[in-house]
């Protein structure tokens, strides 16, 4: 019984602290600051996007250039219906 009211005494001293309260509020970072993070994080996230944009053009392109090759298949095909 001692210890459960010792706990309870100590719980309440701490309170409405404001040295606790001060602290916290200075460790934060100003909106201005977070904005900032934010809108670097989004342009960040496009050049990305950007990026992949570019390397997907390249391999549809170089895949384009490959198809163009002719199937072995569809020359075979051409001979027997030529008979």
Not at 45 to 54: E, Y
Not at 67 to 83: I, Y
């Amino acid at each position: 019984m001692t210890i459960g009211t010792a706990a309870l005494a100590l719980a309440a001293c701490n309170k409405n602290n404001p040295d606790a309260v001060d602290n916290a509020e200075i460790n934060q970072p100003q909106a201005d600051q977070l904005n900032d993070l934010a809108n670097q994080a989004a342009q960040d996230a496009a050049n990305a996007q950007a990026a992949a944009n570019n390397a997907q053009q390249a391999a549809n392109e170089a895949n384009a250039v490959a198809d163009n090759t002719t199937n072995p298949k569809e020359a075979d095909e051409q001979n027997v219906s030529g008979m």
